[in-house]
C-alpha cells in the first residue's frame, strides 16, 4: 500500500505495520500489545486504515468521550457509515445518546446491585451444587475440563436461568457468542468458520427473544414490562433481550476460564485463595486485568479530533486495545504479575465510560462465587496437560483447560 491510498494518514503518527487479528498475534497478544503502547500514544495500522491505541490514558480518553468517539458506526472494524451491518444494529452497544441512554436505563436498572442481592442466593447454590460434584469426582482421582466442566457450564446455567430461558438449547448462546465476538474482527477466516455454522443459531436465539418463551419475573420479562410502562416500543423489546443473549454469556465463561488459568499457573496466589476465600472477589477481578476477555473494542470518529496531540480525522476507526492498557506499564506496577493482593480499580476490562459493561455487578457475582466455590474446596490446583485456545478476533479464549482439583 502506497501513502496516497491512505488518504486519512495524518503527518506524524507512528505506522505499526502488523495485523491484530492474525492467528499467531491472537494466540499471544502481549508482543504486539508492548510493541503497541511502544510506537506511540496512537498508532496506524495500515493493514485495516486504522487507527490503534494501547496505552491505558488514551484508551481511558476514548471511551470516556462518546460525543467525539461514537459507537452507532459500529464498534468493530466495520464502519457502518459505509457497509450496512451484518445484523440489525445493537439497541445499546451500536448506539449513541440520546437512544442509548432509554435502552441503558432499562438494561441497568434489570442488572442493578438490587438485582443481585436477589439472585445471590441461587447463584451461590448452583456454584456450591457444581464444585460438589467436582469434589466427587476428584475424590476419584478424575481429572477436568476447567472450560468444559467450569467455565461453561456455569454461567450457562445461572445467566440463561435468570433471564427465563428454558434448559434446551442453550449450547447455542456460545456459538452465537462466537460468532458475535468474531465480527467485531475483520472477515478472516475466523469469522467464515464462525458464520457458516451460524444460520440455525441465529433463528434459536430470535425464537428466544420472544416474550412467550421467556419465564415471568425474569430478566427478558423485565424488558417487556419496560416496553408495557411505555420506557421502549414493543419492538424494541426483543432486540434488548437479544442483547442479553449476545454479551451475557462467552463473556463470563471466558473471564471464568482465564481467572482459573491465572490460578492454575500461580500456585502461590492459589494458595492465598484457598487460605483465605473471600480474595475471590479481588482474584476474579485481577484476572480481568491480566488476561481480559474482551480484548478490544472500536470506536469510530464523529469529527476531527486531537487524541495525544496527533489529528485524528473524521470517520476514522480507533482500536481501543483494553487488553493492552491493562498492562500499560505506566499505569500499573509489575504489569505482567497475578497479584491477587493488588486492587486492580481502573482496569479496561469492562470498559469505561457509558458504555461500561451494563452487566458488570452480575459478571462479577459469578466471577466471585466460582473462585471462592472452587477455593473452599480445593488445596491445590494443578495443570494436567497442555491447555488449548479457541482463537477469537475479539476474545481471549481457551478451548480446554486439562486441571487436578486436589481436594483439602
Ligand atoms: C457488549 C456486547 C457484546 C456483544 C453484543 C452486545 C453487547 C449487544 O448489545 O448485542
Known sequence: MTTDTLPTLPAGVPVLDIDPFADEVLRDPYAYHARLREAGPVAWIPKYGIYATGRHEQVRQVLNDHENYISSAGV???NFNKEPPFRPKSLILEADPPNHTRARTVLSRILSPRTVNQIRETFTQEADAL???LLAASERGEAIDGIKQIAEVYPLKVFPDAVGLEPQGRENLLVYG???FNAFGPRNELLARAAEKVQPVTAWIMAHCQRAMLRPGGFGDQIYQAADAGEISQEEAPMLVRSFLSAGVDTTVNGIGNALWCLAQNPEAYARLH????LARQAFE???RLESAVQTFFRTTARTVALAGFDIPADAKVLAVLAAANRDERQWSR???YDIDRRPTGHMALGSGIHGCVGQ?????EGELVLAALAKRFARIELVGEPTRRLNNTLRALGTLPLRLIPA
Open 76 to 78: 468493530g472494524l466495520a
Open 131 to 133: 464444585f460438589d460434584q
Open 178 to 180: 462466537d460468532m458475535i
Open 275 to 278: 487460605a483465605d476465600p473471600s
Open 286 to 288: 485481577e484476572s480481568l
Open 335 to 337: 504489569p505482567d504479575r
Open 361 to 365: 455487578v452480575v459478571a462479577r457475582l
